[in-house]
């Protein structure tokens, strides 16, 4: 192993373990947990009140005994061909207590969009909404229920369906994919990778910076620095990862298996069209988690060298948002990649460096190309040594050196200050003769 | 084997429009132990710094061993005059860290640690965490870690600062018995009496530039002996003024004036033929601290003059 290497390998062990042998790496860890109860508390409150609602809708007809069945058969036949959800229908037969349309609108228990009422020919509607979609829908079923009473019996039909033995693969699905891939990595890198934003920031306020400086090159410093945190990015992966995989094979194991089988030929039949991504399920997971690795490495090598630069915790935590936006940016690139393949907007998304990992692994899912995929590794690898570079080039030469700082407004306050000093000297000169 | 473990030749580094330090070359022979001594701010630890490369001077190089002091890196120690550890590291770790930085295995680092640990006295606080620790024992961490690799060259920027004065005493022992094994050990410190027991060759740096490069002797013979003198009983001070050399003053009961070697026989011939008597004679050499005030104080003089000149100049203009 070269020394460099070696370097390397002694700041990432150094930098893994201070940041996993602690307590507060088990609260890292278990921080999805968090965001999970927290989306299943939402999602059951906003469920119930969308159960509550629908349970209170309700459209009514009010017709005479002899419409009743064709009407609720119409109701049936209709309202899975209409797009948008109806409310429950309600048939009331005609009578003298009950003709009343408006007391029927307004009674209370429960919502009540639209009433019908009156002979199906010459219905009279009365809707909550002006022109709403309960009382058109109203009108549909009158309609329908007397071109059948014209129509008079419909001889049977006798359907044949045949299905092709393989659908293929569908397009959108994998486009799907390859959405869920930047998703994912973006996700990971977000979670993750922000963190290198002040990880000189222990060294630079401990004074340790300068015993690693005078001990090995900073490259060795940043690049280790960037393994340690991978390594705890791996580790939280591989943990869930885990967590899952136990998970689910709990979940198997106490489902019955004649529900299980019940549910895989279901599946089965729904899915027409297979769910594969172009370049198949084995090297599309690879690749992906090469590119998370790759995208984790280029924003951490950004995110390390702006946050070498700052001087205190103040301006670390300033730098956050334009960070967080930043990578955010990369994200609506990426998916916009993803959602037109083959596009010249994908080609940029695949070529900006920042941008590349997620807009290639998204690639992956539509293209079955497999070697365009070292090439953008290397490009993307050619991006995180150029990045290391310059971030330690700026280090050397504006924090470590203690002057020329790259910041223009330190610049611009120093030659204020020393045009001020001159200013000074000059007017005491003045004075003195 | 190279005579000099450092060259620096002409080394400068401007910080915007301030000249830190100018023109400033030490040369190192190897298994000495150096002192580079200055007043604060004179430009001592920048000059440290760019002869072993952390930041790269405008002008001038450095070579260690020969070499660029990058390819050297693994043997040297070097303990920043900022002090840093982890906090959360335990000694032994923090030790075994630095030296593995050096390229020392992490479990031979561990060793030795607390080999060290022990010889100075610390064995109680091998796996204690240094935020537990008082800044002084933190320091003698550092400095073990500085030194844990077995370095060719040791290089301590004010090293005994923060220190008591047991701690002083093992750091100065700690210092000779590295140079005993071979090692060349370079130091800068403001403080006079550690240079003076220590240094084997000393270079003084004050505004920004070397002032002076050499031995302590050759330092403390810039300035001339002092004499005190006390005649015996009641002699006439007209009389001893005119035996003294001019300049001679009288303090109490004795007169105190400076001397140069060639001219000490001379004079004490002329005390025994004056028949004045002697109940008092002391002739001492000047301190380094003496050596030192009287080199920082000369060139504070020339640039306060120098101010006064330019800013007339510049009034004028």
Known sequence: ?433 | MNDFSVEAKGLTKYFGDFKAVDDVSLTVPTGSIYGVLGPNGAGKTTSLRMTLGIIDPDEGTSRVFGERPQAVRHRIGYLPEERGLYPGMKAREAIAFMGALRGLDWSEGRRRAATFMTELGLERVIDEKIRKMSKGMAQMIQLIGSIVHGPDLIVLDEPFSGLDPVNQERLEMLVRRERDRGATILFSTHVMAHAERLCDRLAIIARSQRRFEGTVDDARALLPMQVRYTPRGDADAAAIAALLPAGAEPRGDSWFFPIEDVDVEPLLARITGSGLGVAGLSITRPALHDAFVHIVRQVDASFDADASTDAVEEALA
């Open chain 1, 1 to 433: 192993m070269t020394p460099f290497l070696k370097n390397m390998l002694v700041i990432a062990r150094r930098d893994f373990l201070a940041i996993v042998a602690t307590p507060t790496f088990l609260l890292f860890l278990l921080a999805p947990l968090f965001m999970v109860g927290m989306g299943l508390a939402g999602g059951m409150g906003a469920s119930q009140l969308a159960d509550s609602a629908r349970g209170a809708g309700r459209i009514v007809a009010v017709v005479g005994a002899d419409d009743v069945e064709a009407l609720r058969a119409a109701d049936t036949r209709l309202r899975a061909s209409v797009a948008r959800r109806v409310p429950e229908l309600e048939v009331r037969i005609a009578g003298p207590a009950t003709t009343d349309p408006i007391a029927i609108a307004r009674e209370k228990g429960s919502d009540t969009y639209a009433v019908l009422s009156g002979p199906l020919a010459t219905p009279r509607i009365i809707e909550r909404e002006a022109d709403s979609n309960a009382g058109h829908y109203l009108a549909l079923l009158a309609d329908d229920v007397l071109r059948l009473k014209a129509a008079g019996p419909l001889p049977a039909v006798a359907p044949k369906f045949e299905a092709l033995s393989s659908g293929g693969t569908s397009i959108a699905l994998q486009q799907s994919l390859g959405f869920g891939a930047v998703f994912i990595i973006f996700l990971l890198t977000l979670l993750l990778a922000g963190q290198t934003v002040s990880s000189l920031a222990e060294e630079k306020g401990n004074k340790v910076i300068e015993i690693l400086a005078a001990a090995v090159p900073l490259e060795s410093v940043f690049l280790g620095k960037l393994l340690g945190f991978l390594g705890v990015a791996v580790l939280f992966i591989a943990f869930w990862l885990a967590m899952a995989l136990v998970g689910g094979l709990i979940a198997a194991l106490r489902i019955d298996p004649a529900a299980l089988a019940s549910v895989q030929s279901a599946s089965k039949a729904t899915a027409a069209l297979a769910a594969a991504p172009a370049t198949g399920w084995p090297f599309f997971l690879g690749i992906g988690f090469v590119y998370f690795i790759l995208s984790f490495l280029l924003l951490g090598a950004v995110f390390l060298g702006v946050g070498a630069q700052a001087a205190t915790v103040r301006e670390i935590q300033m730098l956050s948002l334009p960070i967080t936006i930043f990578q955010v940016g990369m994200f609506s690139l990426s998916t916009a990649a993803a959602s037109a393949p083959g596009s010249s907007l994908s080609t940029i998304a695949q070529i900006f460096p920042l941008s590349s990992p997620l807009a290639m692994a998204a690639r992956a899912a539509t293209d079955d190309s497999k070697a365009v995929h070292l090439l953008a590794l290397g490009w993307q690898a050619v991006w995180v040594a150029l990045v290391i570079f310059l971030s330690v080039r700026l280090f050397r030469a504006g924090v470590l050196s203690g002057g020329g700082s790259w910041k223009f407004w330190r610049r611009s306050g120093r030659a204020a200050a020393l045009a001020a000093t001159a200013a000074a000297a000059t007017e005491q000169a003045a004075d003195r003769h």
